[in-house]
């Protein structure tokens, strides 16, 4: 794993969540689910809702009909992953 050299997970019970990995199903598998910017497989999962039509199209998110949506917060860059399908995400093993 090259991802410990950066920083070790955040305190156990330290009041915030547990960053976790997760995985996304598709059609050719379980895919599994990387930061982009640093390759963190370690993320801090939220609902949002958009409220606001104006929101959703400066992010391009004309996929969000339902407005609403699930995040992934990589535990170590916080760069956001935007998950269009949430019944898609699995939590990993
Ligand atoms: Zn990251």
Redo the contacts with the bound molecule.
Sequence with gaps: MPTKFIKKSVKKNGGKKKAKSYTLQSKTGLIELK??????DKFYKKSVTINSGRVSSYFDLDWLFDKSAVILI??????IKWIKNQAQLRRAV
């Design positions: 930061c982009e910017t640093d390759k963190h990589c535990e170590n860059c916080s760069t």
